[in-house]
């Protein structure tokens, strides 16, 4: 192993660069406790499908939310065009497309409020009702809950930008953002197939 | 502990301090993002509850002294109970490991700071307000004569009992509310250790080069990332049922009582190694410095702690053997359960390897290495005998049970934690612990530890039940029991004679220097206790050992390595 530290030596680009950004590794972190956190609740979800003692049945109230998804999962590729915007020194590109991937997430939300008034009002389904709708809301409310601090800190970025503090050196940080972004979205995939596609 | 730090030693900062007046001092304290001075807040409140939940333990034993005692009523009994298993878990072992974590990562790797020194800082106050709030709960109810509302539904919290209709009052929201902060602040510290040993490095450091603590830091923080929050998720369903009527864990409602004891374990088991892993870390640094040899086995040694960390994932089933689950659930669990054993094993001999015609010196870290050494052989054992499922469906829920479990946590934990004390109390404040009084405190502390532990075994198998406030005479427990109680208050005078060393040493302790036991990693290249911004010129380093290297020029390590 002497070579090694002769190596390190020889090789050129300094020590601090060949180490991760630190932002990055962090929101991994996170990521990984977050999905952890998710699991548990698609267990419950999953384990409590079909054992509701009472009305109404998923079956019965649940449509499927293809406008939602449609938006939401489109939004994680403005966010990467944006991003790309960005490496690339074009700031207005940058805010177009972070202004459009707001306004998708946006969307999901509403949608997501529109449902649920449908549920509530018209089908009297809430969390107390039956095991359904303990899991159901629970599920699709922690995972909007994120949508929204997801759209509350892409507002502030949209903020600063319109304010001119963003620049390429900030793209480092806007990325890690964008992968809270596609988290966010890839839990959506699953609950998305949890509670509309097995679970109906 | 600021105003402990000696004038004499030098630094600007610390010199500042003890200028301004004791609020002042608190203030700087409060609102530190140094890894130190946290690392230090999270061991002291460590240490502090670990003195309350001592108490706690040692009023139990009172009770169980004798037969039909009556010191304590049931209630009470029960509150103490869960207080005490809830606090040595989260108020004790979680915040002295990651504690000491804070402290040393940096240092070891030869970096200024954390990677997120906010973060940090947050964590802690969530940690500790946490705690508070956990003992706030004791004020409220019915008062302090009966113990207050404190919760009594045991540190495992079984549902549907800790629903609203079987748990009136506020207590289990205190549980609940409590530990969830308390895990949070955990998380925070899990994931700043992660960051920083990916990204925090000083030149060389490679990841094969790190001590071996730092690798099973990285370990514990992984576990702690992907095993804490089952916990926390389930208490928040535990939340929305008692609170908006969510159902559950509600059996009137179809819901299932077994899938809280699953969410609880999948969080409960994997913490238990996450509080033996830097058990594992400290022996890794004390028993080669103390033995004057290389660790035997480096790459074996972290390989057999990444197995350990994914396999532990694994087992979580094996607490619900009695619940009642299929054969092929019981043979998965158990056969995973006696996997574990397997890497446990192999460090154990790696460690003996380490000592193998090693120049061993027993000063007192050594001292409790060796006997945590002995110890968690022991607990290994008992816990391949209790994966053993029909085994253990005649020793669940007995004392039997309570030796284990306490074998791991106070033969390997407890024993740790108080030699990395020994170990690294000099670097953080520049004093060397009383090596007589630590002899004491060490002897004390194994005898009591046997008297205690080694009877309950055989209390367990007499049919002495766990979790019960009192016994019946002429069944054959009364000399076992009693001579528990007897260990349990050698402990504490062993524990008491810890603290007086403590506090002499903080004043009168024989000055360190920077490396008093001739150690070979960074932290001891550094002043005791380091400056604010650790060193004045970040470390590069060639090779495991870097201090070994700067004094012995003439014969590296890295060029056999
Ligand atoms: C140092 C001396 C200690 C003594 C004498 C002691 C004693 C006891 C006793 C008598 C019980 C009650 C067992 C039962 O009735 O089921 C108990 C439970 C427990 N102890 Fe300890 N203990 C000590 C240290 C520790 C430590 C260091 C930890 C953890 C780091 C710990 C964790 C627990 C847990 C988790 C329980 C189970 C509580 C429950 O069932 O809710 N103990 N201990
Ligand atoms: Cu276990």
Not at chain 2, 48 to 68: E, K, S, Y
Not at chain 2, 101 to 120: C, E, H, K, S, T
Not at chain 2, 324 to 339: D, E, H, I, Q, R
């Amino acid at each position: 192993m002497a070579a090694a530290s002769t190596t390190m030596r020889a090789s050129s680009t300094p020590w601090s660069e060949t180490l991760p950004y630190r932002g990055r590794v962090g929101i991994l972190a996170l990521i990984l406790t977050e999905s952890s956190f998710f699991l548990i609740f698609v267990v419950a979800y999953i384990f409590y499908i079909g054992k509701s003692l009472s009305g109404p049945s998923p079956r019965e109230v649940l449509s499927v939310p293809i406008v939602n998804t449609i938006c939401l999962l489109s939004s994680s590729i403005t966010i990467v065009i944006a991003i790309r915007s960005l490496r690339a020194g074009s700031i207005r590109n940058f805010s177009a497309w972070w202004f459009v991937t707001f306004v998708l997430g946006a969307e999901f939300l509403i949608g997501t409020a529109i449902e649920w008034h449908r549920l509530i009002y018209h089908e009297g389904l809430t969390l107390r009702t039956n095991l359904f709708g303990t899991t159901y809301y629970s599920l699709v409310g922690l995972h909007a809950l994120h949508v929204t601090i997801g759209l509350v800190l892409i507002l502030l970025v949209l903020i600063l930008t319109v304010l001119g503090y963003m620049s390429e050196r900030h793209v480092e940080r806007a990325d890690v953002l964008s992968w809270y972004w596609h988290f966010v979205d890839s839990v959506w995939v699953v609950v998305f197939l949890t509670v509309y596609v097995i679970g109906r | 502990m600021a105003g402990t730090i000696d004038r004499e030693m030098g630094l600007d900062a610390v010199d500042d301090l003890e200028q301004l007046p004791i609020l002042g001092r608190l203030h700087e304290w409060v609102i530190t993002v140094d890894h130190k001075r946290l690392g230090l807040m999270y061991i002291t409140g460590g240490l502090f509850f670990f003195l309350v939940a001592g108490l706690q333990a040692a009023t139990i034993r009172l009770q169980l002294a004798v037969p039909n005692s009556g010191i304590v009523p049931p209630q009470v009994f029960n509150r103490l109970l869960t207080m005490h298993g809830t606090a040595m878990v989260f108020l004790v072992g979680m915040p002295i490991l990651t504690g000491l974590f804070n402290y040393l990562v940096p240092l070891m790797i030869g970096a200024r700071d954390l990677a997120f020194p906010r973060l940090n800082a947050f964590g802690f106050w969530l940690w500790f307000f946490g705690a508070l709030l956990l003992y706030f709960s004791y004020i409220g109810g019915d008062g302090l004569y009966g113990a207050g509302s404190a919760p009594d539904v045991g540190w495992f919290a079984y549902a549907p009992l800790t629903e609203l209709p079987f748990s009136r009052g506020n207590s289990t929201d205190y549980w609940i509310l409590s530990i969830l902060l308390t895990t949070v602040g955990s998380t925070a510290t899990a994931a700043n250790i992660v960051s920083s040993v990916f990204c925090m490095r000083c030149e060389g450091m490679t990841l094969t080069k790190m001590p071996v603590l730092v690798w099973l830091a990285t370990v514990v923080s992984f576990m702690i990332l992907v095993a804490l929050p089952p916990l926390s998720a389930a208490q928040v369903m535990l939340l929305l049922d008692r609170f908006l009527g969510a159902h559950f864990f509600d059996t009137q409602a179809g819901g299932s009582a077994v899938l809280w004891q699953h969410f609880f374990w999948i969080f409960g088991h994997p913490e238990v190694y996450i509080l033996v892993i830097p058990a594992f870390a400290f022996a890794s640094e004390i028993i080669p410095v103390f033995s004057r040899k290389v660790i035997f086995g480096y790459s074996v040694m972290v390989a057999a702690s990444c197995a350990i960390g994914f396999i532990s994932m694994s087992v979580w089933a094996h607490h619900m053997f009695s619940v009642g689950m299929t054969p092929a659930g019981n043979s998965f669990f158990a056969a995973s359960s006696m996997l574990v054993g397997v890497p446990t094993g192999i460090k154990i001999f790696n460690w003996l390897g380490t000592m193998w015609r090693g120049k061993l010196r027993f000063k007192v870290p050594m001292l409790f290495s060796i006997a945590f050494l002995f110890q968690f052989l022991v607990a290994g054992l008992t816990g391949i005998m209790l994966a053993v499922a029909p085994f253990d469906w005649q020793l669940t829920d007995t004392y039997f049970v309570v030796a284990h479990f306490h074998y791991v946590l106070v033969g390997a934990i407890v024993f740790m934690i108080f030699a990395a004390i020994y170990y690294w109390f000099p670097k953080a404040t520049g004093r060397m612990l009383s090596e007589r009084l630590g002899r004491w405190h060490f002897w004390l502390f194994v005898i009591g530890f046997h008297l205690t532990f080694d009877t309950e075994h055989f209390a367990g198998m007499q049919g002495m039940p766990r979790r019960i406030y009192t016994y019946q005479p002429g069944r054959g427990l009364e000399t076992l029991n009693f001579v528990a109680s007897i260990g349990a208050l050698v402990q504490g005078i062993a524990v008491l004679i810890f603290v007086i060393n403590v506090v002499r040493s903080l004043r009168s302790g024989e000055p360190a220097g920077d490396d008093p036991w001739d150690a070979w990693t960074l932290e001891w290249s550094t002043t005791s206790p380091p400056p604010e911004y650790n060193f004045a010129t970040l470390p590069v380093v060639r090779s495991r050992r870097p201090l070994w290297d700067l004094k012995h020029p003439d014969d590296p390590d890295w060029r056999y390595e």
